[in-house]
Structure formats: C-alpha cells, structure tokens
C-alpha cells in the first residue's frame, strides 16, 4: 500500500481481500462444474455430434480426467483459504502466483487434449482459448494489479507455446491462420487483457482500501466517544484524521439526572426498565445531537453532555443552555403522552476549564473531561433536588448567556453551599 497504516487497519485490509479471493475461488469453482457437467453430458449423451466434430471421437471419461482435477484443486484451495481465513492468517504471495499458475493453466490442458482429437487449427478456433478471458476476468477479484497481469503472461506465453507445438506456423505465408504474426497477436491481446484486469483490480483496491480506511476511522471515533455522536460532529472528528489533543480548554459541562427513577425500577420489570431508558434518552440524545453536543457518559438513569468539545465551540454556553431547555420541552411532551410513565428531571449547567483528551488503554481509550468544571455541574445537578428546580447553572453560564443578550428570566438564589467548595457558589435557577 502507498501509505502507512496501523496493525488494526492493515489487519481488517487483509481480510477483506482475503474474502474477494475467496469469492473468486467460489465463483471459478462454479465456473469450472458446470464446464464439466456440459463436457460430460456432450462426450457421453451426444454421440453423434461427437463423431461429426471431431477426428476421433472423444471418450466419455476425458471431460473428468481434464477438468476434474482442477476442479479439486479450487475446492481444495477454497478449504485451504477459509481455514486460513477463519485462523487470521494471511495467503502468502508467492502461494498467489503459483496458484494463478496452475488454474490459469486448464485451458491450455483442454486444448493439448481436443488436438488429439480434431485438427488443431479448429482447436484454436474452437471455446478453449476462451477460457483464458475468463480466468483474466477473475482475477481482477485478486486486488492485485501484478496478479492480473501475471494471469495474462501466464495466458499470452501457453497459447503461443501451445501454438508453436501443435501447428505448422511460418513467419510469413498466404494463410493468416498459419502465420506467426496471427497467432502472436492473439498472445498480445491476452496480455493486455490482463494489463486492464490489473488496472480494474488495483481501482477496487483503492475503492477496498478507503472504505476500510473510512470503517477504521468511524471506529475510531465511536470507540473514543461512544454511540451517540452526531452525524454531523462525526464528519467534523474524520476531518481532522487524528486523536484529539490532550489540553487545558473551556468547555460548558451538562449534567442530567431523572428525578426517582431508582425508585421506581422496584416496581417495573428489568426489560421495561430498560425499555423506558431507551426511549427517553433516544430523545434527549437528538436534542443534544442538534445543539452540537455530545453524549460523553452514560450513568445510570442520568448522562453527561459536552459543549465545546472535542471541538472547540465558541457558542457552547448558548448551545448547552438551547439543548437544557429542549429536553425540559421534551420531558412535558414525554409526560403529556405517556401519563402512567411520567418523569422529572434535573440539569446542571456549568462551563469553564477543563483537561481533556483520551484515557485507557492501547485496546479501550475513551475521550474524557477531568477538572472542577466537571465537578461543579454535577453538583448543580444534584443540588436542583434540594431546591426543587429542573434547571441550574452556574454564574458563569449566567454571564455567558448575558453576553449573548439571551434575557431569559433566571432566578438569582445567591451563593449557595456546595459540598467540595470552601466558599458558597452564586447559582441562577432558570427552571
């Protein structure tokens, strides 16, 4: 490949390939029974157009001598790779070439074996030497531009061997068949055949090669910040084709918690417990997703969102504050139709400084937020249960939305005292 890739990317490569060779083993294998149930129907059911085509006729079992054992052969081959496959284990490439070798190499065993029985020049003219297209064809399923073309060179150098063995040929003469110059364009037309293959395999290549790339990346991005990233906050993070940064930025911080919910789970059963979730956060995640925020943790009957990262948002604060008064419409509708599962909720806003970047793992990262910012949402959310309030933020957040001229009414409850802090936290209820 052109560029370098991580043991993960290489690794899904390799199997995809792995699986287009086998494809095209199974499609060759399919290929080559109904070529010997045509054969072997022709040699031993149509005996008398037998006897008219050919010099001596053909004998019924020579269909299964010829074509049987390649036949095996792809079966065995197709074992072979399937157990390899199924053992994470590459096909060696020099493996690649012999085996395009030996199955390139049945049509030139057909048309040794037809000119015992009928002149060779109509051999030559006859479906033999249109296997090789097939087999040129085929191969483009390799994904590998110089396997292509070693299937033509391996077509292009049998056939005018063959040629050279079997016919009378002069370089010169007044019957074109008879001519060395017809017979090696035909040669040279094979081994451009397999050029082309190899240009049509090295495209799909490409084309294998960027989805996989694409799968990686998204991969990526889902491991490092769970399921539920926006469509359009996904785009965003392949853009930019590397790792967030660890560093010290401002983001505004949400933290949502359904009021009793542990209570309840006493009465209902798990599955609709779990049922209930589902819906509900299916809901507040479409809220978030289309303020441009992410769903950073799930806990329990709760979640945290970001605003502001990993991409920088400079209308974080106003965005967190749109999506906490979405979800706050959300719930009443929730309520209005579902009146025998009806909920309440608490939000805590907050923005400020916070580290972020990935923790963990080589094999399980996830993005993360650490710092007071954290803390000091989380415990406005907890402290809307004491004050009876569905939303809170913080004086910060209460000036961000002033800066923006947002004239929401908001309820001064002064500096309040929050377990962690040594001095009380000026809280705005907005909710």
């Known amino acids: ?157 049998q056939q005018m061997v063959l040629v050279l063995w079997l016919l009378p040929i002069t370089p010169w003469g007044n019957i074109p068949d008879e001519t060395l110059a017809y017979h090696f364009s035909r040669s040279v037309v094979l081994l451009l055949a397999g050029a082309v293959a190899g240009v049509v395999a090295g495209s799909l290549r490409r084309q294998f090669d960027n989805s996989v790339a694409a799968a990686a990346a998204r991969d990526r991005v889902t491991n490092l910040f769970g399921q539920h990233v926006s469509p359009a906050v996904v785009d965003r993070l392949l853009a930019t084709s590397s790792e967030p940064a660890s560093e010290m930025r401002t983001v505004c911080v949400l933290f949502l918690d359904i009021r009793g919910f542990t209570a309840t789970t006493r009465r209902r059963p798990a599955g609709e417990t779990v049922a209930l979730l589902n819906d509900f956060f299916a809901e507040m995640i479409e809220v978030v997703d289309r303020h441009s925020g992410i769903i950073n943790k799930f806990l329990g009957d709760g979640f945290l969102a970001l605003f502001g990262a990993p991409l920088k948002d400079p209308s974080a604060a106003t965005n967190a504050l749109a999506a906490a008064r979405g979800m706050l419409e959300a719930v009443e509708a929730w309520n209005r139709l579902r009146p025998q599962q009806t909920l309440r909720v608490g939000i805590g806003i907050h923005i400020g400084e916070a580290v972020t970047g990935t923790v963990g793992s080589p094999q399980r990262k996830e993005y993360t937020v650490i710092g007071d910012t954290v803390n000091l949402a989380a415990r406005l959310e907890q402290l809307t249960k004491e004050t009876g309030s569905q939303l809170l933020v913080s004086n910060s957040v209460h000036e961000a939305m002033q800066a923006t001229g947002d004239a929401s009414p908001a309820t001064d409850l002064g500096a309040m005292a929050i377990r962690g802090y040594d001095e009380g936290v000026r809280v705005w209820r907005l909710a």
């Open 1 to 157: 490949m052109a560029k370098t890739v991580s043991d993960p990317y290489a690794d899904a490569l390799r199997r995809e390939i792995l699986r287009s060779e086998l494809q095209r083993m199974r499609v060759l294998a399919i290929v080559l029974a109904v070529l010997l149930a045509a054969t072997l129907f022709a040699a031993n059911l149509l005996t008398d157009l037998n006897q008219r085509m050919f010099r001596v006729a053909i004998p019924g079992w020579l269909p299964l001598a010829g074509i049987g054992p390649f036949l095996l052969y792809e079966l065995a081959a197709m074992t072979a790779l399937r157990w390899r496959l199924a053992k994470d284990k590459d096909f060696p490439r020099p493996a690649r070439f012999a085996n395009a070798l030996i199955e390139t190499s049945l049509p030139g065993v057909i048309i040794a074996a037809l000119a015992l029985h009928m002149d060779p020049q109509l051999v030559f003219g006859f479906w033999p030497p249109l296997l090789y297209f097939i087999f040129i064809l085929l191969s483009t399923l390799r994904l590998d531009f110089w396997l292509s073309l070693w299937t033509g060179v391996v077509a292009a150098v």
